[in-house]
């Protein structure tokens, strides 16, 4: 008799996979809600704007490949416990010392990178507690931690305002300490952990063409969320004359849409399928952001467009890795930390775009544009392999769907 969601799994493990990954994304992006504050100060251009806040999105995403190596070869929690301490001395380090020049702001997003790698542990460390027929709905509520954003979004701004932009590293310590400590607690690696690998059989991996797929996918729907979570205090102050505060606070209504709706997007590839489910995400991801590429004249249009656009995105992420276990699953912590790589180089590709955008042509509809184009090639894609995939090894699956 196949068990429920919730008597199946170990639900503390999930609990602090959550909090780990929901601390941990918070100050991934921290540098995007705090960007017109620190390019006030330090007369950034828009391309340095754009640079500073996706430089830790390119950091993370490299560090995804080594957090997946090691997930895979020392657990999942001791890499979260590893990659946790250094996240926090290095915003220690940060807050101690000051940061005063653009190039200071690249060093620390590359040390905020390893909070950004929090995916390739969170995800794994509860993945392998959970059944194929329940992979979306673990998933989904594990990366909702992404939902961390959220808080950067709502209090950076407004920390950065009383103490000055510096201090907020110093006082994103607090959070990040107490939730390690729940962590260090509740967190337990399944006993169904793989066998470790010598470091030559993760090529094996990318030498399987679905794995590209799954990149490319995950490219669009978390790159499209990352990069859009850490440009949109700049675009909502740049088109709207916002302060820092309130445009951080319409950043986290969009933001908080896409966190909210990830494990949703996992359950709903859980009952229709991620491959049904995805197609309707980048069809509806392509319109939107075009859409958006026009500049919409009136603040609450284009609010609205946002949420929507990062709903829609949200959804996505949890309807990739509702597919990602089920293909990969004895792989599934270096295919995390690759999936994952991909989506971060999507993030710093739409960030980076979209601020050279606006410096070279006046206006960044240019990067909103070619990001919709990339939803459509994911949509070609995922077509072209459906088919495919459906006949082989998701007709292997007993009680999921694809």
């Known amino acids: 008799m196949t068990k429920s969601f919730w008597q199946s ?17 918070m100050v991934w992006v921290m540098l995007g809600p705090l960007a017109p504050i620190i390019s006030g100060e330090l007369g950034l251009d828009p391309a340095q704007k754009g640079l500073m806040v996706a430089v830790p999105t390119l950091a993370g995403a490299v560090l995804r490949i080594v957090n997946g190596l090691l997930v895979d070869s020392i657990g999942p929690k001791k890499t979260g416990t590893l990659n946790q301490l250094i996240v926090i001395v290095g915003l220690l380090i940060g807050w101690w010392f000051g940061i005063d020049s653009f190039a200071g702001t690249l060093v620390l997003g590359v040390l905020l990178g390893f909070a950004g ?3 390739a542990v969170a995800l794994p460390l509860a993945s392998r507690w959970y059944p194929p027929e329940h992979q979306g709905k ?19 701004p407004g920390l950065a305002k009383l103490f000055g932009w510096n201090a907020v590293l110093g006082l994103a310590v607090i959070p990040l300490a107490a939730i390690f400590v729940v962590y260090l607690v509740l967190a337990k690696d399944s006993p169904d952990q793989p066998a470790p690998k010598p470091l030559a059989a993760y090529g094996e991996v990318l030498k399987d063409k679905d794995a590209w797929w799954f990149m490319l996918f995950y490219g669009v729907t978390f790159g499209g969320f990352v990069g859009l979570s850490n440009s949109l205090s700049i675009w909502f102050t740049d088109n709207f004359g916002l302060s820092p505060v309130i445009a951080g606070y319409c950043t986290a209504a969009c933001v908080f849409t896409g966190s909210l709706v990830r494990p949703f997007g996992g359950a ?27 500049h919409p004249a009136t603040l609450p249009l284009a609010l609205a467009l946002f949420v929507v656009v990062m709903g829609t995105l949200g959804i996505g992420n949890g309807a990739v890795f509702q597919l990602v276990p089920q293909r990969f699953r004895n792989e599934i912590g270096v295919m995390t930390g690759l999936v994952g790589f991909a989506g971060g180089v999507g993030g710093f590709y739409l960030a ?30 995922l077509t072209a392999v459906k088919g495919r995939w459906r006949t082989t090894w998701g007709a292997a699956l007993q009680g999921a769907r694809i």
């Open 138 to 156: 673990a998933m989904g509520l594990a990366g909702m931690g992404n939902s961390g954003t959220v808080l950067a979004a709502l209090f950076a």
């Open 268 to 294: 709903l590839a859980d009952r229709f399928g991620g491959i049904r489910t995805l197609t309707v995400v980048y069809i509806v991801a392509a319109i939107v952001l075009a859409v958006i590429s026009t």
């Open 9 to 25: 799994g170990h639900r503390p493990t999930l609990l602090a996979a959550f909090l780990y990954f929901d601390v941990s994304f």
């Open 352 to 381: 980076s775009s979209l601020g050279f955008a606006q410096k070279l042509t006046g206006s960044s509809s240019a990067g909103f544009l070619i990001f919709a184009g990339l939803s459509l090639v994911a949509l070609a894609g």
């Open 117 to 119: 790698a929090s995916f």
